[in-house]
């Protein structure tokens, strides 16, 4: 059984750092292109940051110098730091994992980050 579990988010200030983990068993992890996305009700869904099995990175706009995504194979792990927070970061935070040859992807359940004062 496939799983992608997200942690991390919480309640921080504007300006301040959260930094999301999200796990993932039942797969060969290094075959997977890993990436962030967020929600905010009544939006879409948007693309935050991508690490590709080749650890290539791309960024949304609105995150670049702020948010750095990194993975750990080893721990089948993807992580997202998150510096200077602003209270339009908030949204429910997504992982999902594609694989890179085949036509294949999952997503985690999310994790609700929220900057506010």
């Known amino acids: 059984q496939v799983q992608l579990v997200e942690s991390g988010g919480g309640l921080v200030q504007p300006g301040g750092s959260l930094s999301l983990s999200c796990v993932a068993s039942?797969?060969?992890?290094?075959?997977?292109?890993m990436t962030w996305y967020r929600q905010v009700p009544g939006k879409q869904r948007e693309l935050v940051a991508t690490?590709?099995?080749?650890?290539?990175?791309n960024y949304a706009d609105s995150v670049k110098e702020r948010f750095t995504i990194s993975r750990a194979n080893t721990k089948k792990t993807v992580y997202l730091q998150m510096n200077s927070l602003k209270p339009e970061d908030t949204a429910v935070y997504y992982c999902?994992?594609?694989?890179?040859?085949?036509?294949?992807?999952?997503w985690g359940q999310g994790t609700q980050v929220t900057v506010s004062s």
């Open positions: 039942g797969i060969i992890f290094s075959m997977y292109h």
């Open positions: 690490i590709t099995s080749d650890l290539r990175t």
């Open positions: 999902n994992a594609v694989h890179s040859a085949r036509n294949i992807n999952y």
